[in-house]
């Protein structure tokens, strides 16, 4: 027999954001943004529990909690603001990449409801099987006033916990011609981002909805519930022997059930004394039958132990019932969902059981705002720290709001995620500074981490500076068209320290960097200067300017800088008769002959291109060759000096970045270590990051600069995968002031990954306070850009010779490679 939906449905209006039944039921309906899946410890799995208790313990007797957490199946689309002409090709090829990648989207839902009579609804009695119905009391202003008030006060003890709570509108609860309302969303199981659509639903033989065929399981008997509940368990596939990888209790119900399905958790708010009377009314009963079976004997025990623990703990007494409700299109896939979902149970140590008899009126319970209609028969009676153990506690991770970030994924789906790990933190006060320390082991995946950084960072308008070794950013430089210094016998480095750009001014920094790096060239590391050095090398330089302005033809370079003091400075010396142990000009100039034309390294600082370094966004530079080089390390190392900080304090309101790889080591040890300790403690006043990286642990323990200036000095951690180093990791965790959830985090990356997909996990924490596990996952044309592998490299070059260009190349071979990404 059909029926009408508008006739039965139990829902009578929406009146000042309040579903009202039929019954006079007032509901309250919040959408909670919980905590992110992976993200929490033990420690905050208990305070939530204690959160969601207090939250219980302040709704009125008469009231249910109904907590409705939506699983559906959807598919990534990059958003509006990704979708642009502008964005670059390796951007674009990450859209594609990503794009229709399966995630589970999570919606929770808390709906308090008052119910408008305390007498118990059964299976007979449901709403469902009345031919009318009457609502059984008149709303009062007074008592709509003070259920409200609860309610805020609920929402408020959540969100001092760290759960968002947002109270639905009349338009969140109804629908339109171009919006689906969530009541009309549990009718008809729309997707969230759907338009609406008529559904038939279909109760009796199958249960179905529309095209979708459902099954309903629930834990309602006591004899099928767990020996054991808790706030949080073990979650073993990142665990390790040293470490407990703690998750919600739920979480099986919840993210880690991979289907369409709804979680219903309803709580029953009743009289404790009338609970206590009742249940001391059957303690009595079974007592006075335990005489002729076991059972009641034991089920006596059961019940007075049940009295003791309320009386003695102050438990709070309810009621409780949870459901998952799955629904697919293809019945054989429905098969391998209802194994998912038993297997679920069974993770609980629980006992699913599948509802067919009394689901209809199980499900009509579920519509948002008829909790207060439930079969109170499918319920069982515990406390509220017992149910809160079965709610869901977890969500999806988030997108940040930021304007700048970092795409990574989700270690769920791999889902793409808009992190920002630079600016927001400072705003929130989690960090103090945006310098990054990256450690990661050789094939942890550390290259493909920094050029995706690097990359984004780019593509956001900053200027990049890389000091490298091992040309892990030939690539992604050739991609961007950046500058790639590096020595080769055909074509050595070269710079120009004394070009001034156009729109560039000789101030008193450039002047500075080019006395240092004229001193590092006449001095050895054990030889000091005096102050008449100084200042006769401060009046060369600007008696060299002085000629540049009055004679713009002369091409600024060491060159004629060489030919200016052996010709006109050394005869202003003679006129101001400096005497030789002031200033040995010929000893000078005899040092540093062989940097001038017809010497051994003229190329070095005579560099007639690649000068404009201060507008330059992408620089690398690049060492390998040179990092031994007793002569040309330590000039290099001057001219990064020098333009990293013209970079940091002139261009203003623009991102600087200096990335330090492996190189820092061999700057280190070159007498460096003070500027990598200023550069750390100051470019953070110059909206800048300093970002260094690192391979072996004994680089940590054994070098003080990474352990006082780099560390104490970087608020963004990053630590690649760290399993070879678990057995000595407590040494690792002290020196990085790591806390025992960051640990469990770091020693949980790559230990579950999916093997159908190529990508490494990486932890990053944030001033020690937020701390996450991402995926590094990227498209192929990504892969090939990164790529440090030889053979692959060749091969790229090889391509973007064929076909014209490095974009072209990467291209097809990215359409040709069958390699799995």
């Known amino acids: 027999m059909e029926k009408i939906l508008q006739d039965i449905l139990p829902i009578m209006d929406v009146e000042n954001d309040c579903i009202l039944s039929k019954q006079g039921d007032i509901c309250i309906t919040f959408k909670l943004l919980l905590p992110e899946i992976f993200t929490l410890s033990g420690e905050n799995y208990e305070a939530l529990h204690q959160a969601f208790i207090k939250a219980i313990k302040v709704l009125p007797a008469g009231s249910v909690l109904h907590k409705q957490d939506w699983f559906i199946e959807a598919n990534y689309q990059p958003t509006a603001n990704d979708v642009e002409e502008n964005e670059s090709f390796l951007h674009k090829a990450s859209d594609r990449f990503f794009t229709e990648r399966p995630y589970l989207d999570h919606h929770c839902y808390a709906m308090l409801i008052k119910k408008a ?80 659509a008529l559904k038939d639903i279909q109760l009796k033989p199958l249960f179905t909805i529309g095209s979708n065929t459902c099954q309903l399981f629930t834990l309602a008997d006591q004899q099928d519930l767990p020996t054991y509940c808790s706030s949080k368990n073990k979650y073993d596939k990142y665990s390790s022997d040293k470490t407990k990888f703690a998750i919600g209790f739920a979480a099986p119900l919840g993210l880690l059930l991979p289907c369409n399905h709804v979680f219903n958790q309803y709580i029953f708010i009743e009289d404790a004394q009338a609970t206590i009377k009742k249940m001391e009314s059957k303690r009595l009963r079974l007592q006075s039958l335990s005489a002729y079976s076991r059972e009641n004997a034991i089920s ?37 969902m209802r194994n998912m979902a038993t297997t679920a149970f069974a993770q609980l140590d629980a006992i699913a059981k599948e509802e067919t008899v009394g689901m209809p009126q199980i499900y009509w319970a579920g519509i948002p705002g008829n909790a207060g209609d439930f079969p109170m028969n499918d319920t069982f009676d515990t406390f509220a720290e ?63 981490l920094t050029n995706h950084l690097m990359r984004t960072y780019y593509e956001q308008g900053s200027h990049i500076v890389i000091v490298d070794v091992g040309h892990s950013y030939k690539g992604l430089c050739d991609m961007v068209s950046g500058y790639y210094f590096t020595y080769d016998e055909k074509k050595p480095i070269c710079f120009n320290p004394f070009y001034i750009a156009d729109g560039d001014t000789l101030d008193t920094e450039k002047k500075e960097s080019i006395k240092t790096l004229l001193l590092a060239l006449w001095k050895k590391d054990n030889e000091s200067f005096n102050r008449s050095e100084y200042v ?118 623009i991102r600087k970045i200096i990335l330090i790889e492996e190189a820092w080591k061999a700057i280190a040890k070159e007498g460096m270590a003070e500027y990598i300790k200023y550069l750390f403690k100051t470019v953070r006043k110059f909206f800048g990051e300093a970002i260094v990286v690192t391979q072996e642990v004994e680089d940590i323990i054994s070098s003080p600069i990474v352990k006082q200036a780099i560390i104490n000095n970087s608020d963004c951690k990053i630590l690649l995968d760290q399993s070879k180093y678990q057995n000595k990791f407590d040494q690792i965790q002290e020196l990085l002031g790591l806390t025992q959830k960051e640990k469990a985090l770091v020693l949980s990356v790559n230990k579950a990954n999916d093997p159908d997909k190529k990508y490494k996990e990486v932890f990053i924490s944030l001033g020690g306070v937020l701390s996450k596990v991402y995926r590094t996952e990227v498209s192929p044309e990504e892969y090939f850009a990164y790529t440090t592998e030889e053979t692959e490299k060749v091969k790229v070059q090889q391509y973007a010779k064929q076909y014209g260009s490095l974009e072209k190349g990467i291209a097809a071979l990215a359409s040709e490679s069958s390699k799995p990404f």
């Open 536 to 653: 006769a090398l401060s009046n060369a330089l600007q008696g060299y300017y002085d000629k540049l302005e009055k004679q713009p033809g002369i091409f600024a370079c060491f060159n004629s800088f060489y030919e200016y003091v052996s010709n006109e400075f050394v005869q202003v010396l003679t006129n101001d008769k400096v005497k030789e142990k002031d200033f040995d000009v010929t000893n000078f100039l005899y040092v540093l002959r062989p940097y001038y034309a017809g010497g051994e390294f003229d190329y070095l600082l005579n560099a007639t291109e690649n000068l404009d370094l201060l507008t330059e966004h992408f620089i690398v530079f690049e060492l390998d060759n040179i990092k031994d080089h007793p002569i040309l390390f330590p000039v290099v190392t001057i001219i990064i000096m020098e333009v990293f900080i013209s970079k940091m304090r002139k261009l203003k309101g």
């Open 386 to 448: 017992q149910a809160c153990c079965f709610l869901n506690v977890e969500t999806n991770y988030q997108n940040s709001i930021s304007p700048v970030g970092i795409r990574f994924g989700d270690r769920l789906s791999g889902k793409p995620v808009h992190v920002d790990i630079s600016d927001e933190p400072i705003r929130k006060g989690i960090c103090t500074n945006r310098n990054k320390f990256i450690l990661g082991p050789s094939g942890s995946g550390k290259s493909f």
């Open 117 to 196: 009579s305390t007498k118990s609804t059964t299976t007979l009695l449901s709403s469902l099987t009345r031919p009318k119905l009457v609502p059984e009391q008149t709303i009062h202003p007074i008592a709509l006033q003070s259920f409200e008030a609860v309610a805020s006060q609920f929402a408020s003890i959540l969100s001092e916990a760290g759960i968002k709570c947002q109270r639905l509108t009349e338009n969140d609860l109804l629908s339109s011609s171009t919006h689906c309302g969530l009541i009309e969303q549990y009718c008809s199981l729309h997707e969230f981002s759907g338009n609406p």
């Open 300 to 336: 006596k025990e059961a019940v007075n132990e049940f009295l003791n623990e309320c009386i003695r703990e102050q438990r709070s007494p309810v009621k409780a019932h949870f459901n998952v409700m799955l629904w697919a299109e293809d019945k054989e896939r429905l098969k391998d």
